[in-house]
């Protein structure tokens, strides 16, 4: 079965630096999305991302993120200048957009601890 | 009010038991409603999608009440490979999911 695949499964970074978190949508699929967990808390949106342009984007997703697809395979978040408070777990998840009710389809995530 | 609510847990069963979580929306718009599973630390995983009549996966019932905008997940003859965290997943009438806060299952030998 087709998997999202998230790269690395855990980075560890100084606050003020810039991470960039990679993931690879199932290859069909049109709508892409990243989404991050807070340890203990619930699963937050982030932004969603359809035909090479973001199509909705939360509060959370200010200045500091940003997103790409470099090429056709990638889809990346950008976090220019890492906060203590990025520190979560970061999912991409993709789903085909046939009719409106297609799943998300998640990846296995990136931890992301800013020290 | 929050756009999705659940149960607050944690749900502690025995094995054979037969236990349901229940979720609530507050946005009448939204379209499409889901039931994910997430286990500790991992993915959330879909579970099954809810339509509107209900449907059933094995041992799993999903129900949805759009007058009541509640949506509910009944599981029969638990096992303990179901212990984790359901989350209840509402897509608004854009490209956002909503996720609920989730719901902890525990089941006990």
């Known amino acids: 079965e087709p998997e999202v695949t998230q790269t690395p499964s855990h980075q560890v970074t100084q606050m003020g630096q810039e991470v960039i978190l990679r993931c690879v949508p199932i290859?069909?699929?049109?709508?892409f999305y990243w989404y991050r967990q807070i340890l203990g808390q619930k699963v937050e949106f982030l932004v969603s991302?359809?035909?090479?342009?973001?199509?909705?984007k939360s509060e959370i997703f200010d200045d500091q993120f940003s997103v790409e697809r470099p090429d056709g395979s990638n889809f990346t978040l950008k976090i220019r200048s890492t906060k203590l408070e990025d520190s979560a777990m970061y999912f991409c998840?993709?789903?085909?957009?046939?009719?409106?009710?297609?799943?998300?389809?998640f990846g296995n995530g990136t931890r992301l601890t800013v020290t | 009010r929050k756009e999705v609510e659940q149960d607050p847990g944690p749900f502690n069963v025995p094995e054979g038991a037969t236990v349901a979580f229940n979720c609530t929306y507050s946005?009448?718009?939204?379209?499409?409603f889901f039931w994910y599973r997430q286990d500790c630390r991992k993915e959330p995983k879909l579970l099954m999608s809810?339509?509107?009549s209900g449907n059933e996966d094995g041992r799993f019932t999903a129900q949805l009440n759009r007058a009541s905008q509640y949506i509910s997940l009944l599981i029969r003859d638990s096992k303990l490979s179901d212990s984790a965290t359901y989350l209840c997943?509402?897509?608004?009438?854009?490209?956002?999911?909503?996720f609920g806060p989730g719901t902890r299952l525990s089941v006990l030998p």
């Open positions: 998840a993709s789903r085909d957009g046939t009719g409106g009710n297609s799943p998300l389809h």
């Open positions: 290859s069909n699929h049109l709508y």
């Open positions: 991302f359809y035909n090479n342009e973001i199509s909705e």
């Open positions: 946005n009448s718009a939204s379209q499409s």
């Open positions: 809810v339509y509107s």
């Open positions: 997943v509402v897509k608004l009438g854009g490209q956002n999911f909503v």
